[in-house]
């Protein structure tokens, strides 16, 4: 079992003492796909940042990989490469162009220089469609692009879990239709990942775009996870927030008003 | 909350306000990253900064006392931390990390020549000019070599040299680095598994150390030759063998010894001290003005601190 919780309490990044949600119970299966909904400082981030080790849990028992984990020091580094994290807001080296973001890990990690990184990334940067963008720094790119970059990043060690913060926030239709379409794909296992299914968890603060029958979800509500099935359990569950999430917020806005 | 009955209390204990309603004072930011850099969150030091104004001289001195301590503690652990990194990792993911301190390198020494040769000329003639007419007028020439040597050798060049390098490039180090941990971009190098302080902080700290010590080395040979320039100028009664022989019999091997220490020194903890600024603790892009401050004048202070105990292995040696 590639992630689980028992009765874990995460704390907020900012004020690690400060309990934004409790008694998570939470087992994610190899190759499964979870999306997790909730509306903005619900603690979404946080328990992704938990999930990847970089926050401790304050509390309860987290298990990776069957092994219990806090965070991932540097005897842990294994581990902390087996998963790839997507930044809300891609969190790009604003000094190293896109090409060399991408494959900073891989140049890191396995000691190549920077052309044999560049060739070694060629593929994934053809496969997420930023390889005419490869010299461009971050600044002078678009959020729509700066987002596919962190998520090439992220690909590039070849991880067995994807953990995405809110990745189709502040997206264009476009770029989140192929957003979904290639996390189908990785979900499926993609070339890049020698056809591996690739695990994913993703947090959102809108399930339309989520929509799909492989798919998991839950939903924190009032400092709790409370998981919610599939989409089907989804469209027919009873909760407000739920409702709340399936409902596009100019569309209650003109409901309102009619 | 005007109506707030504040108290000076621990983090985490329970407040009131005027209402009645409790709330928790908390400290502002801590680290997200959890590696090393962990071990400088001081909640102490935020409860010192937010505490209430002092009432007396005496509390707000001791508070300022306690604040300078747990920086320097801070400062020494970071430093310590990076002395292990380097020794530890000195090849690991050496393509990447030596072509970065190979230009570092560059950036705080070869492109700070220029600047350094107008500034060491400028010493030559302001310094050792003067000195030497004034010597020249008393007839005092058997003491011009111990003069330069003490004046140019020994602490101008050396405190010069580390105040120019930390305007040039400490200042940049700190911009650089806090606007990469207040952009998540230190985050992302802990997610990638990147250790934030072998890839960001030992290519600017060797940087700076060979960086500063290369400069003080090519500034006090250029003003001892200006300065000798400045003599011939107004036709003093000193040939050159004179003057450089003067210079030899004053230097002895203590110097080159402690020369050398000095400057790295001086270039070591600018490095760290900006590093330290920039990275080990949580920023927000409004902060990092305000810290490049507080990093600037900190290393002025450590330079102080360095050259006075220099100052006294001198006066041992």
């Given at each position: 079992m590639p992630i689980e919780m028992r009765g874990v309490a995460v704390g907020a990044g900012e004020e690690p003492d400060f309990i934004v949600l409790n008694d998570v119970n939470w087992s994610v299966a190899a190759g499964e796909f979870w999306v997790i909904g909730a509306p903005h400082h619900s603690g979404k981030s946080d328990l992704l940042m938990t999930t990847a080790g970089l926050m401790p849990p304050v509390g309860g028992s987290y298990k990776f990989y069957g092994k219990k984990t806090r965070i991932f020091d540097e005897s842990r580094l294994a581990d902390r490469l087996r998963m790839g994290i997507v930044f809300e807001q891609s969190q790009l080296f604003h000094y190293l162009t896109v090409g060399e973001s991408i494959a900073l890990p891989l140049q890191y990690h396995q000691n190549l220089k920077e052309d044999e990184a560049m060739a070694a990334i060629d593929d994934l940067l053809h496969a997420t469609d930023l390889k005419p963008l490869a010299d461009a720094l971050p600044s002078n790119l678009p959020q729509n692009w700066q987002k596919r970059a962190g998520l090439a990043r992220a690909l590039a060690l070849r991880p067995d879990i994807l953990l995405a913060d809110n990745p189709l926030g502040a997206l264009d239709s476009r770029h989140s239709r192929w957003w979904r379409r290639f996390l189908d794909e990785l979900s499926r296992g993609h070339k890049w990942l020698n056809e591996k299914p690739l695990t994913i968890v993703a947090t959102t603060d809108d399930f339309r775009p989520w929509r799909g029958s492989r798919l998991k979800f839950a939903l924190l509500k009032e400092k709790n996870f409370v998981p919610l099935g599939s989409w089907n359990d989804l469209l027919s569950s009873d909760e407000p927030l739920v409702k709340e999430l399936l409902t596009a917020p100019v569309l209650a806005v003109e409901e309102e008003e009619s | 909350?005007?109506?707030?009955?504040?108290?000076?209390?621990?983090?985490?204990?329970?407040?009131?306000?005027?209402?009645?309603?409790?709330?928790?004072?908390?400290?502002?930011?801590?680290?997200?990253?959890?590696?090393?850099?962990?071990?400088?969150?001081?909640?102490?030091?935020?409860?010192?900064?937010?505490?209430?104004?002092?009432?007396?001289?005496?509390?707000?001195?001791?508070?300022?006392?306690?604040?300078?301590?747990?920086?320097?503690?801070?400062?020494?652990?970071?430093?310590?931390?990076?002395?292990?990194?380097?020794?530890?990792?000195?090849?690991?993911?050496?393509?990447?990390?030596?072509?970065?301190?190979?230009?570092?390198?560059?950036?705080?020494?070869?492109?700070?020549?220029?600047?350094?040769?107008?500034?060491?000329?400028?010493?030559?003639?302001?310094?050792?000019?003067?000195?030497?007419?004034?010597?020249?007028?008393?007839?005092?020439?058997?003491?011009?070599?111990?003069?330069?040597?003490?004046v140019i050798v020994r602490e101008l060049g050396p405190l010069v040299s580390a105040v120019l390098a930390l305007a040039r490039v400490g200042t940049a180090n700190v911009i650089e680095l806090g606007t990469g941990r207040a952009l998540g971009s230190v985050e992302a190098l802990e997610a990638a598994g990147i250790d934030p302080i072998h890839y960001l902080v030992v290519p600017k700290v060797i940087g700076m150390t060979l960086g500063v010590f290369s400069l003080t080395v090519y500034l006090i040979i250029t003003a001892l030759a200006s300065g000798y320039l400045f003599v011939f100028l107004q036709n003093a009664p000193l040939t050159p063998t004179k003057y450089f022989a003067e210079l030899a019999i004053s230097l002895g091997w203590q110097d080159f010894v402690l020369l050398a220490v000095k400057s790295c020194a001086f270039g070591f903890f600018i490095g760290i001290v900006t590093c330290y600024h920039g990275l080990a603790q949580p920023l927000r892009l409004e902060d990092v003005s305000r810290v490049t401050v507080r990093a600037t004048t900190e290393c002025i202070f450590v330079c102080v601190l360095i050259d006075a105990l220099f100052f006294v292995l001198y006066l041992r040696a």
């Amino acid at each position: 079992m590639p992630i689980e919780m028992r009765g874990v309490a995460v704390g907020a990044g900012e004020e690690p003492d400060f309990i934004v949600l409790n008694d998570v119970n939470w087992s994610v299966a190899a190759g499964e796909f979870w999306v997790i909904g909730a509306p903005h400082h619900s603690g979404k981030s946080d328990l992704l940042m938990t999930t990847a080790g970089l926050m401790p849990p304050v509390g309860g028992s987290y298990k990776f990989y069957g092994k219990k984990t806090r965070i991932f020091d540097e005897s842990r580094l294994a581990d902390r490469l087996r998963m790839g994290i997507v930044f809300e807001q891609s969190q790009l080296f604003h000094y190293l162009t896109v090409g060399e973001s991408i494959a900073l890990p891989l140049q890191y990690h396995q000691n190549l220089k920077e052309d044999e990184a560049m060739a070694a990334i060629d593929d994934l940067l053809h496969a997420t469609d930023l390889k005419p963008l490869a010299d461009a720094l971050p600044s002078n790119l678009p959020q729509n692009w700066q987002k596919r970059a962190g998520l090439a990043r992220a690909l590039a060690l070849r991880p067995d879990i994807l953990l995405a913060d809110n990745p189709l926030g502040a997206l264009d239709s476009r770029h989140s239709r192929w957003w979904r379409r290639f996390l189908d794909e990785l979900s499926r296992g993609h070339k890049w990942l020698n056809e591996k299914p690739l695990t994913i968890v993703a947090t959102t603060d809108d399930f339309r775009p989520w929509r799909g029958s492989r798919l998991k979800f839950a939903l924190l509500k009032e400092k709790n996870f409370v998981p919610l099935g599939s989409w089907n359990d989804l469209l027919s569950s009873d909760e407000p927030l739920v409702k709340e999430l399936l409902t596009a917020p100019v569309l209650a806005v003109e409901e309102e008003e009619s | 909350m005007p109506n707030a009955e504040w108290k000076w209390k621990r983090p985490n204990e329970k407040f009131f306000d005027g209402a009645g309603e409790p709330f928790y004072f908390t400290p502002s930011r801590t680290l997200i990253v959890r590696g090393k850099l962990a071990s400088f969150f001081r909640s102490e030091k935020q409860w010192l900064r937010r505490a209430p104004l002092p009432r007396t001289y005496t509390d707000y001195l001791g508070r300022k006392l306690f604040t300078v301590l747990l920086t320097a503690q801070g400062i020494g652990a970071f430093a310590l931390i990076t002395l292990a990194v380097i020794v530890r990792k000195f090849n690991v993911a050496s393509a990447v990390i030596h072509p970065m301190t190979r230009r570092e390198i560059v950036r705080a020494g070869v492109r700070l020549l220029p600047m350094y040769l107008f500034v060491a000329v400028a010493l030559g003639f302001l310094a050792i000019g003067q000195t030497v007419a004034v010597a020249a007028r008393l007839g005092a020439f058997d003491y011009i070599g111990t003069v330069m040597v003490t004046v140019i050798v020994r602490e101008l060049g050396p405190l010069v040299s580390a105040v120019l390098a930390l305007a040039r490039v400490g200042t940049a180090n700190v911009i650089e680095l806090g606007t990469g941990r207040a952009l998540g971009s230190v985050e992302a190098l802990e997610a990638a598994g990147i250790d934030p302080i072998h890839y960001l902080v030992v290519p600017k700290v060797i940087g700076m150390t060979l960086g500063v010590f290369s400069l003080t080395v090519y500034l006090i040979i250029t003003a001892l030759a200006s300065g000798y320039l400045f003599v011939f100028l107004q036709n003093a009664p000193l040939t050159p063998t004179k003057y450089f022989a003067e210079l030899a019999i004053s230097l002895g091997w203590q110097d080159f010894v402690l020369l050398a220490v000095k400057s790295c020194a001086f270039g070591f903890f600018i490095g760290i001290v900006t590093c330290y600024h920039g990275l080990a603790q949580p920023l927000r892009l409004e902060d990092v003005s305000r810290v490049t401050v507080r990093a600037t004048t900190e290393c002025i202070f450590v330079c102080v601190l360095i050259d006075a105990l220099f100052f006294v292995l001198y006066l041992r040696a």
